[in-house]
């Protein structure tokens, strides 16, 4: 017999904020269905989400600094709590920082039904969040930074120690890049490129896995009627390449060969010219066989969307529980038809939704929605 579909998602029945962002103090009780979140531009509708998503590991959804979301009027701290109902039942999570002291810098702490974590990713136990937002609409056009960047993030939902592991790497090649500029001995460079060799491609291995499924969850789920055209995923660098026909473990020494004959050219360039830290994410028009920077606007926004949506599938398909989902200002630039298709998507992923806009009746067509009203620092269940 299937599961009831409440235990098949994570839904968010409880948010509380204390000095977040526009919010002194603020609290919203939640039923399953989808959540619209409608007021004026800068009232503090994203300001919601984004405390949603710091129930997951990393700065949220603006990337922020955590002193940068402390209310403005407060004493510099904040926090997130939250009710989640679940597979495994109800669970309340908080993060947070305290008041900010000289001597030491912010530091995020996490709680677990009242238990202290050491850090975010246990949260992942409970639930995924995962988001779109305006900030994302020149993701085809930007610089490769913002595809691995949103990559990592797609990945993180589905591997939770993907976030450290990719900060290891960061760190590796900034003691690299000094130790090259310093004029290190080869001995030393030798067990620093030994380390980073392993972190290169444990991070390039998690991220073609999370490519693979994800197009393997576009393929099952393609429909030619859908308005969200499917994408073509394909992720280029020279490690990755290697990974698709070699091992693990003979790649590690190919690329630390590759790094030990590269040390005068990354010297004198002052970085490492080669490896998963410069790799980008390909994402073409499916159905046009067209790269998406060449794309409309439009086109690009639907694209999006739908790996949005393909991505949401699949944590579901790996975890059993379906995701949080965040859209921020999506409906707005939506035709339609587009829009009448968002919902019907969303229908059928069973997860609880979270929307914003500034006009109410742009979500005329979405059932069984809450409706609040966000003023600057208040938020007001409609009805």
């Excluded at 994408?231 to 990755?240: K, P, R, S, Y």
């Excluded at 390909?282 to 991505?311: D, F, M, N, W, Y």
Aim: hydrophobic residues 45%; glycine residues 10%; contains cysteine.
């Amino acid at each position: 017999m299937p599961e009831p579909e409440a235990a098949k998602r994570a839904v968010l029945t409880r948010l509380t904020l204390t000095r977040f962002r526009s919010y002194p103090a603020a609290q919203v009780t939640l039923g399953p269905g989808p959540v619209i979140l409608t007021g004026p531009n800068g009232a503090g509708k994203t300001n919601l989400l984004e405390a949603v998503s710091f129930l997951s590991p990393g700065r949220g959804l603006r990337r922020a600094r955590l002193e940068e979301v402390a209310h403005a009027a407060g004493d510099g701290s904040w926090a997130v709590a939250a009710q989640i109902t679940g597979a495994g039942g109800t669970v309340r999570l908080g993060t947070g920082i305290d008041p900010p002291r000289p001597d030491a810098p912010a530091g995020r702490r996490c709680r677990i039904d009242g238990e202290a974590v050491s850090s975010p990713i246990a949260f992942l136990a409970f639930v995924k969040v995962v988001w779109l937002t305006p900030d994302m609409d020149g993701l085809f056009l930007g610089p490769p930074s913002d595809r691995r960047r949103f990559l990592d993030r797609l990945v993180l939902a589905v591997d939770g120690e993907h976030g450290a592991r990719v900060n290891a790497l960061e760190r590796a090649l900034r003691t690299r890049n000094r130790a090259l500029e310093d004029g290190a001995d080869a001995r030393l460079l030798d067990a620093i490129e030994h380390e980073l060799a392993e972190l290169a491609v444990a991070v390039a291995a998690a991220r073609l896995e999370t490519v693979g499924r994800l197009a393997g969850e576009i393929a099952a789920a393609r429909d030619a009627a859908s308005p969200f055209p499917f994408a073509d995923l394909a992720l280029e660098g020279a490690v990755e390449r290697w990974l698709a026909t070699r091992p693990a473990l003979e790649v590690e020494e190919r690329y630390r060969a590759h790094l030990r004959d590269a040390r005068p050219r990354d010297r004198a360039a002052g970085r490492t010219l080669d490896g998963p830290h410069l790799s980008d994410l390909l994402v073409s028009h499916g159905p046009k066989a067209v790269a998406a920077a060449r794309c409309s606007t439009g086109e690009q926004k639907s694209l999006l969307i739908g790996l949005v949506l393909s991505h949401a599938r699949l944590v579901t398909a790996m975890h059993g529980q379906a995701p949080i989902v965040l859209l921020d200002d999506v409906v707005a630039y939506l035709d339609r038809d587009r829009r009448e298709g968002l919902f019907q998507a969303l229908a059928r992923l069973s997860a609880q939704v979270f929307m914003t806009g500034t006009d109410a009746t742009a979500f005329a067509g979405l059932t069984g929605a809450e409706h609040f009203i966000v003023e600057p620092g208040t938020v007001e269940a409609q009805g």
